[in-house]
């Protein structure tokens, strides 16, 4: 379930990108002091590293606030 009414990554948490290609699932954090405002973007996959890109740069749907995976 996906609150689209928030989209800031402030408290840090994990929301929906469309990252040009789709949507994703990743970990937005706001840097802090950052001028223009950045987020970084982390994976809960270890193969994919972490990475920063400006608030602009990111299109957020919404903040993930449940969901459910088959064991």
């Known amino acids: 379930m996906t609150d689209m009414a928030r989209r800031t990554p402030n408290p840090p948490g994990i929301f929906v990108l469309d990252d040009g290609m789709g ?23 270890p193969v994919y590293s972490p990475y920063e ?15 459910a995976r088959e064991i």
């Open 23 to 45: 949507l994703v699932a990743k970990r937005l954090e706001h840097i802090p002091n950052s001028d223009p405002p950045a987020v970084r973007v982390i994976s809960d996959n």
């Open 53 to 67: 890109r400006t608030a602009d740069e990111i299109h957020t749907v919404g903040r993930i606030r449940w969901f």
